[in-house]
């Protein structure tokens, strides 16, 4: 009969303080907010030699408080989680943890994710229907500072070329078109791209008259349409 594993776990997946693991083994933080993809990821990867996940979290402040408290290796991250934006988040948790690599665990495939993702500060993108054969391998080679993309993914991002700006939109447009459709009033948006609150609005308007697009959740949805925000 095979060994189970019966360390004791809080009712959100965080691992009771007595069970630490192999100091010399790569510490992980899982990631997603379902309890039954967790439960076989966890299957998946305490069974490798060598791996050790040190907590789980269903949501993005469990995964960001788990990483700031235990400094694991590698924080294994779905893109959608409640409680924010995992994209968004990805910068923050590397520089609160820098010790920390990111892999994004996610069913969405379009390069444009991808590549925001990595260009957050991710080292791996691995999609959830390859995750048995290829998570492993990313988690080994983002504790050793390796990147690691799904292939076939890899492979379309080659032959695509990351796309311009849409619909004439200046760069900082899309930032703030960005942001309008994560939810942030115009103040919040000034003070995070140091601007005023006055171009703020000058932007938004340059932005509704360029997409013929009046409502925030017209402007949402064109931002999930062209892949500018996770949905």
């Known amino acids: 009969m095979a060994d189970q594993d ?92 820098p010790g920390t690599q990111i892999v994004v665990l996610t069913m969405q495939q379009e390069p444009a994710f991808a590549r925001h993702a990595l260009g957050a500060g991710a080292i791996g993108y691995v999609l959830k229907e390859a995750a048995d054969d290829e998570l492993v391998e990313a988690v080994r080679r983002a504790a050793g500072g390796e990147s690691y993309l799904n292939p076939r993914l890899g492979a379309r991002m080659a032959s695509e070329p990351p796309p311009g700006p849409p619909d004439d939109l200046s760069e900082r447009e899309l930032e703030v078109l960005r942001l309008i459709a994560l939810g942030h009033t115009n103040a919040e948006i000034a003070e995070r791209l140091y601007l005023s609150v006055r171009t703020v609005e000058t932007h938004r308007a340059h932005i509704q008259q360029k997409l013929s697009l009046s409502s925030r959740a017209e402007l949402v949805g064109y931002a999930l349409r062209r892949g500018l925000v996770n949905a």
């Open 6 to 97: 019966t360390r004791p776990a809080h009712a959100d997946g965080a691992l009771t303080p007595d069970a630490e693991p192999d100091p010399e083994a790569i510490r992980i933080v899982l990631a997603d907010d379902h309890a039954v993809v967790r439960s076989g990821l966890r299957l998946l990867l305490d069974g490798e030699a060598g791996f050790a996940v040190v907590a789980e979290a269903g949501d993005l402040e469990s995964a960001r408080r788990y990483v700031h408290g235990h400094r694991p290796d590698v924080l294994v991250l779905d893109l959608n989680m409640p409680g924010g934006s995992s994209l968004e988040a990805i910068p923050d948790i590397r520089a609160e943890s």
